[in-house]
């Protein structure tokens, strides 16, 4: 028996290596996928949730200024951002195009980066380098007693390359206390 290495023993040993890196490789990409998706799960949900915190808010600034509870919150599709002046409820900001159906988005209700890329606005500037395109509309539901009103915040997410969309809502019943 011959010692030392043999043709068929290399060519084995870089099998199993080139395999070994074909599945590093591909644990990667997939980590990295998912941290991607993850970014914009938790994205969208905190930006639904600041929608119905945006209307509660008209609640509070209207109890505040002596204003009837609901002054502000007409049953309609608004869209809001962190800029809205509280005192003149959501009817400063009502638009009747933005979509609530995700296949029909279209640019009324697109949020984007503001200048410094830390807050997204309705307001904010556009950039193609973005991997996702964010909508945000909330709509006010007149609710089945006088005293109360449904508030639904929705996001939506679409992934540019995949064209991949992801829905994420929040919802509230408001009511007065009076």
């Not at 029909?104 to 890329?117: G, H, I, T, Y």
Request: proline share 1%; charged share 25%; with cysteine.
């Amino acid at each position: 028996m011959q010692k030392g290495l043999s043709l068929v023993g290399v060519m084995i040993a870089t099998l199993i290596l080139s395999g070994a890196m074909t599945s590093l490789v591909s644990y990667q990409v997939v980590m990295n996928q998912i941290r991607f998706d993850q970014r914009y799960v938790n994205m969208g949900s905190l930006l639904a949730a600041e929608g119905v915190e945006l209307a509660r808010g008209v609640v509070t600034e209207n109890r505040y200024s002596g204003s009837q509870w609901d002054e502000g919150l007409d049953q309609g599709r608004y869209r809001v951002d962190y800029t809205l002046d509280l005192s003149d409820g959501l009817q400063s900001v009502n638009t009747t195009t933005c979509s609530v159906n995700p296949d029909e988005l279209n640019d009324s209700c697109r949020l984007k980066r503001n200048s410094s890329n830390q807050i997204y606005s309705h307001t904010g500037t556009d950039t193609e380098d973005e991997a996702v395109e964010i909508y945000r509309f909330v709509e006010v539901i007149d609710g089945s007693e006088d005293n109360e009103k449904r508030v639904v915040s929705t996001v939506v997410i679409r992934n540019r390359r995949t064209d991949k969309k992801a829905v994420y809502k929040a919802a509230v019943i408001l009511y007065s206390t009076s």
